[in-house]
Every structure is written in structure tokens, then in C-alpha cells.
């Protein structure tokens, strides 16, 4: 199908400039893109590589809108007429095919002539001898898996004794803010992300914690903050520990990087030496303003000279682009510091970096970002810039600790070719299997795992074989699916995968009006704001849950077919060992389509692309209590004694229950037509790449599996050969 959506995974930091090296065509192309009304032509500055298409939006883009892996595609057909062509997957007439137009006959040719032998240089390249890919430069992704769990012992900000804490992280140009737990002083966040690091060497990661101001227009209080360089983590070891919080305030606060680029040029005949430096971008700058932002400039400062940028109002990632030129006279250091400028008040310092002038190479260019530094004062500090500030920098108090779980890790990753062998190999899934019943890092495997399948367009071919083996070996119904197994954890990923679209078409509208109301529907007498009436908010929350339940009911049939036809297999499985009028045959179902897809999204809607921002108290908790309800219905069970003031919502459960079971039946029927899972873009070789490393710290350990999964000697020659060809191998 054509114009379907896209996701990027493991591009994201790819840029038109950084691709200028590995860039084999590039220009302008209209792209057909969208559905229904919406359907339109895109005009993309196209590169492409020896292994992928890049579609930007403009040539001079910092990240990819699209990504297309040649090797997926095997065929250019010209479609004479007004200049397009197809590129197209011969063998697979389901795939999605795309759809272009090039601005005249000269360049449709040029373009259909070169994609043609690019494709057949794409298939000819996965045929490599081991001796041609020595030869070869590998690349290094290099990532951090960050889990945000929780804070104690926070101090009260508040009237009412308590706190509304959320989290602000921040790396490199990433910045992402946690949800807000409202009044506790001891909240649980639970959140998990997967940052790209550029330079260890460089890099900080800086967890802020704030307290969310009630009122709008307010200031939120920073209450302490945590700075982990990342070269403290290179040994690539997973940390989960407490770490205190230290005092920051909002002067004194320093975040963000600084991009420079400097040149010496040396004395030569009747030219003085001199210094060249390009002040180009700042980015997470600290906010020094009320209005959450700043107002940066740069002061760059060597001896006893000085050049400062122009003023960019209002922002926190400003770009600067101006060029300054110094000249040398027995200077040893070059001094950057930036400012915010206040109109009324003494200037805000946001941070500063001293670069030695013996680290610059002559007629060298030094292309770097910088981390800010906290301050340290300097003689050439003057009374326009220098904020004084005279405050204890000390606090007594403790502020509390935050529990975060951490690791750093460095993938090697080797040309496609190398890898041709081990894709056949794990199609036959005994390997993969057997690494599901051994290793210790289940989260990263799974998502690597199903990356994979999901590029080569067999997703099910591993998800049916992982739900298979759960329902053979698990004991009891009641416990099937509930643990943390690779099966959950697989179908977890893969639904998340192939179902946003489904998921946003289907509940975005009506999270989005959620979002707008005033109204409560706040059950809980604890909870209840002087003046509510219980029965008006019980009212409320009925009709909201009917509305989410309406939504998810009727779409039932736009529901990705592969999704259904994993649960119709995982459904088949369990009838056929617990009996056809077993409750298993929907709990296990619901067991993922509510409880692992509908519900989270529901109670994290900023998480699942249902909304920009995080919601609000009010409606946070009306979220939560909508949840609550959906999820006991897809449980097929009533509210108890545990919550006593949901069990008014028992009548709405018990009048849905037949249409709950239904629905799980209809979900797990497969009929025409068929509908598209969505078309995600994964660097296959990173996940590659990674499942191998995974297999080669579980050697050992996979030996215990032989009785169960048969031998892996195949599997084993090719490691080694992978290892051998690692070993050996450059990476850039």
C-alpha cells in the first residue's frame, strides 16, 4: 500500500550533512505520501547510500522524515507517464511499494537508471567474501538505556506539606520530561527511554527535579539535580542505585552544550597569527526566566580581549551562526562563557568552557559541542555580565534521592554482508529460543528480536513461536501470560510497533477532549474537593468510559490484520489446552490488547503519541479512573472491597461483559480486507549486531539448553566467524 506512515528507529541523529561522506546521489523528488483526503505529493531532498534512501525534508535537515532500506526492494519500474517510476519488492507484491515523480524526462531516467543499479548492487553486496569485508570500516552506535524509577524523601514545596515532582533529562540535544506525580514526596515514575550518545568522552547526563506550580503562570521550583558524565560509565556496566540530590538553584543552574568550531593559523610571512572561531548553536540550556525560557548570548574572551554574539530572545536551543577572528599575542586559553540577558537586572551566567590553544592542530578545524561548566570566576569577568550572587552555596537540608537504573553501551556494528548468514540462521528460531531461556537482559532481546523479524516482514513467524512455547509450559490458566516472560515482553513490543496508528486513529480524538474538560470524576472520598458531588462525578466517569469503550468497540475491524491473526493463534493455542468454554480463551487476549495496549496508553498518553503534553491533576486522575474500569472489564472482573467507591462502576462492567467477550472473539477472527501494520524503518544491522553480542555472552549458558532446542553447532560456526571478522575489522 502506498502512503503509509513511517517510523525511525536509529536514525534519528542522521543528518544530510553527516550522510556527505557516504553519498552516492543526491537531489530534489516528489514523493506521493498520506491516505484518503489526505493524500498528496511531498517534494524530499533525497540521499541515497549504498545501503539506504533518506528522505528530508529539505538539504540542509538535521534528521531524516523517512528511511528506506535498499535491500528490501528489489525492482524500478518506469511508469511513463508524467515523469514517475515505482520502486517496488518483486517478490512480495504486499509490500509497500514507493511511489515517485521525478521534474523532467532527463531526471526520471537518471534516477530510474541508478536506483536499478543500486538495487542490484544492493543484492550482489550481501554475497561478500569474509576476506572483502576485512577490508571494510564497521561503525560504532553508541547508546544509553536510562529508567527514571523513583525519588524519596523530597522535600515539601508545597502548602499542604507535599510536593508535585517530574523529572527533566537531558543529553546531548535530547531533552524529555517525566510525567508529574502529584502531592508526594516520595513518587514512583517508572519510565524508560533509549538515549543516542555522540561523545562519552563530552557528554552529561543532567536529571533535574522540579516541582510543578500550581498555578499556571507560575514559576515551577527546581529541587535538586543530578550530573552523571558519561565516561563514568563506559565499562558498560547496567547501575541501579540511589544517588542524592544536590542543591541548584536557578542561578547557579548550568545545563546544555555549546557548539564551536576553531582554527589556528600560524604566523606565516607578513600574516599575524590568529584564531577563527565559529560560535554556531547552543542547546537544553537551563531556563533563567519566568517564562520558562532565556535569553542567551555568548561572551568568547582571550587575554584581554572580548567579542560577545548577538541577543536570541526567548529560547533554550538558540542558533547563533557567527564568526569571530582573534589575534594571538602569547594567549593560552580561549574563555567561553554564556549569558542570559535581563533587561532590569544584572545578567544570568549559564555556563562556560575554557579551551586550551595547544589542543588546536594549525590550519586544523575543531568541530565540537561542548558541555557548559559550572563557573569559576576569572579577572576578566565584568560588572555587565557577572551576576552577583552572594547566597550559601551550601544547603544543609537534604533534598532527597533518586533511583535510576542505568547502562551505557557500545554496539559494533559490521557492513551488512557480514550478517547475511546469521539472518538465515535465526529464521530456523532453535537459537533464538534457546538465548530467550538463558540471558539476564530479557528487555533489550526482546526489542531487539522483534526489530528484526519486524524489518524482514515475519514478525509473526516469532511472536507465534514465543506464545506457543508459553502456553505449553505454563501450568495454570490464571498465570499464563501474567509474568514478565520474552513472550509478553516480545508481544509487548510488537504491538507498540505495528498498532500506533490503530491506537491513535482509534482513541486520539477522545483523549484529546479529555484533555479540555473541566469536569471530575473523582470517586474517592479522600480525594474529593470540597464541594463535589460524588453522584454527578460518578455520572461522569460512567459516560467517559462508555465513550473510550464506544471507540475501541467499533474499531475493531481497522485493527492491524497481523495483529489478529497473532491473537488468533494465541487464542487457538489456549482452547485447544484449557477447552473451548474456558475464561482463558479471553482473558489471555485481553491480557495484551487491554492490559498491555489499550490501558497503558490510556494512563500515559504523551508516551503513546496520544497527546504533546502530559495531562494535567485533574485529568491525570480521570485517566487513571477510566483505566481502572477498562481494566477490570478486560479482566471480566468486578470491583471489590479493595476499592470500595469503584464498585458503583460494577453495574457498567456487568453490562459490557458480553460485549467485552465478543469483541475479544471478533479480535481474534481474521477478514478481508486486509489492513497494514505500520511501516517502521529499522537499522537491521544495529539489531544484528546487537542479538550477536547477545549470543556471545550466553555461550556458556546455552550449552544447558542442547536437550531442549537440539544442537547449535551452525549457529556456532557462525558466531566465531562473526567474532573473527569483529576482531579484525575497523570501526569508525
Not at 541 to 568: H, N, S, W, Y
Not at 655 to 663: C, F, L, R, T, V
Request: with cysteine.
Amino acid at each position: 500500500p502506498l502512503g503509509m506512515s513511517e517510523k525511525i528507529t536509529g536514525f534519528e541523529q542522521t543528518s544530510v550533512a553527516s550522510l556527505l561522506g557516504v553519498t552516492k546521489k543526491a537531489g530534489w523528488l516528489k514523493k506521493h505520501g498520506g491516505r484518503g483526503l489526505t493524500a498528496n505529493w511531498r517534494k524530499r531532498w533525497v540521499v541515497v547510500t549504498n545501503e539506504h534512501i533518506f528522505w528530508f525534508k529539505t538539504d540542509k535537515d538535521s534528521q531524516p522524515k523517512n528511511v528506506i532500506l535498499l535491500a528490501s526492494y528489489d525492482t524500478v519500474e518506469n511508469l511513463n507517464k508524467e515523469h514517475m517510476f515505482k520502486v517496488l519488492n518483486g517478490q512480495k507484491s504486499s509490500f509497500r511499494e514507493l511511489l515517485c515523480r521525478a521534474s523532467s524526462e532527463a531526471e526520471l531516467k537518471e534516477w530510474v537508471g541508478f536506483l536499478t543499479h543500486a538495487l542490484k548492487t544492493s543484492v550482489l553486496q550481501r554475497s561478500k567474501t569474509v576476506t572483502e569485508l576485512y577490508k571494510e570500516k564497521g561503525r560504532v552506535v553508541k547508546t544509553l538505556a536510562l529508567r527514571v524509577a523513583e525519588a524519596r524523601n523530597l522535600p515539601s514545596m508545597d502548602r499542604n506539606g507535599l510536593s508535585d515532582p517530574y523529572c527533566i533529562i537531558q543529553l546531548n540535544e535530547q531533552s524529555i520530561r517525566t510525567r508529574t506525580i502529584y502531592k508526594e514526596l516520595n513518587p514512583l515514575w517508572g519510565e524508560e527511554y533509549n538515549l543516542n550518545v555522540q561523545d562519552p568522552s563530552q557528554e552529561v547526563l543532567t536529571l533535574l527535579l522540579y516541582d510543578q506550580d500550581s498555578n499556571p503562570l507560575g514559576k515551577d521550583d527546581l529541587m535538586g539535580a543530578l550530573r552523571i558524565p558519561i565516561h563514568s560509565l563506559t565499562d558498560e556496566v547496567q547501575r541501579e542505585q540511589w544517588y542524592p540530590l544536590l542543591p541548584m538553584d536557578y542561578e547557579k543552574l548550568v545545563t546544555g552544550d555549546l557548539h564551536m568550531k576553531m582554527t589556528y593559523r600560524p604566523g606565516i610571512n607578513h600574516l599575524p597569527s590568529a584564531l577563527f572561531v565559529s560560535v554556531l548553536a547552543a542547546r537544553n540550556l537551563a531556563s533563567k526566566d519566568t517564562n520558562g525560557l532565556s535569553d542567551p548570548y555568548v561572551k568568547l574572551t582571550l587575554g584581554h580581549k572580548s567579542k560577545k554574539t548577538k541577543i536570541i530572545k526567548k529560547e533554550l536551543n538558540p542558533v547563533f551562526n557567527e564568526d569571530f577572528e582573534f589575534a594571538l599575542d602569547g594567549d593560552s586559553e580561549l574563555c567561553v562563557t554564556v549569558w542570559d540577558w535581563d533587561r532590569l537586572s544584572s545578567n544570568d551566567f549559564m555556563g562556560e568552557v575554557t579551551i586550551p590553544l595547544e589542543h588546536l592542530h594549525p590550519n586544523v578545524v575543531m568541530d565540537q559541542w561542548f558541555t557548559l561548566n559550572d563557573r569559576v570566576d576569572h579577572p576578566h569577568d565584568d560588572e555587565e555580565d557577572k551576576h552577583e550572587d552572594h547566597s550559601d552555596h551550601h544547603h544543609k537540608k537534604p533534598l532527597g534521592d533518586i533511583r535510576i537504573k542505568m547502562k551505557y553501551g557500545e554496539e559494533k556494528v559490521l557492513p551488512s554482508a557480514a550478517y547475511h548468514n546469521l539472518i538465515s540462521e535465526l529464521q530456523n528460531l532453535n537459537g533464538l529460543l534457546a538465548l530467550s531461556e538463558v540471558t539476564q537482559e530479557r528487555d533489550a532481546l526482546a526489542g531487539h528480536s522483534i526489530n528484526l523479524f519486524y524489518a524482514l516482514d515475519a514478525p509473526l513467524k516469532w511472536v507465534n513461536a514465543l506464545t506457543k512455547s508459553e502456553v505449553h509450559w505454563t501450568a495454570t490458566p490464571e498465570t499464563i501470560f501474567r509474568g514478565n516472560s520474552m513472550a509478553t515482553k516480545v508481544v509487548d513490543a510488537y504491538m507498540k510497533l505495528a498498532g500506533l496508528p490503530y491506537l491513535k486513529a482509534t482513541l486520539g480524538d477522545s483523549i484529546q477532549r479529555l484533555y479540555t474538560l473541566k469536569h471530575s470524576c473523582e470517586l474517592d472520598p479522600t480525594r474529593l474537593e470540597e464541594g463535589e458531588d460524588a453522584k454527578e462525578n460518578l455520572h461522569n466517569l460512567e459516560t467517559e468510559v462508555q465513550t473510550i469503550l464506544g471507540k475501541i468497540f467499533a474499531a475493531l475491524d481497522a485493527c492491524p490484520t497481523d495483529m489478529r491473526k497473532m491473537f488468533q493463534t494465541l487464542q487457538s493455542e489456549v482452547k485447544a489446552k484449557y477447552g473451548e468454554d474456558h475464561i482463558a480463551r479471553y482473558t489471555s487476549v485481553s491480557g495484551f490488547i487491554f492490559l498491555r495496549f489499550w490501558v497503558p496508553a490510556i494512563l500515559g498518553p504523551k508516551l503513546f503519541g496520544l497527546a504533546k503534553e502530559h495531562p494535567s491533576k485533574q485529568v491525570g486522575r480521570t485517566l487513571t479512573l477510566v483505566a481502572k474500569v477498562i481494566q477490570n472489564l478486560g479482566n471480566l472482573v468486578e470491583f471489590g472491597a479493595k476499592e470500595p467507591f469503584m464498585t458503583p462502576l460494577n453495574s457498567l462492567i456487568q453490562a459490557n461483559m458480553e460485549k467485552m467477550k465478543n469483541y475479544i472473539d471478533k479480535l481474534s477472527e481474521v477478514s478481508a480486507p486486509a489492513v497494514p501494520s505500520e511501516q517502521v524503518v529499522i537499522d537491521t544491522d544495529v539489531e544484528l549486531a546487537a542479538i550477536f553480542h547477545h549470543f556471545q555472552k550466553n555461550r556458556p549458558a546455552l550449552q544447558t539448553t542442547v536437550d531442549k532446542f537440539g544442537s547449535l553447532a551452525p549457529l556456532e560456526k557462525i558466531l566465531d566467524t562473526l567474532a573473527a571478522l569483529e576482531s579484525k575489522s575497523n570501526f569508525q
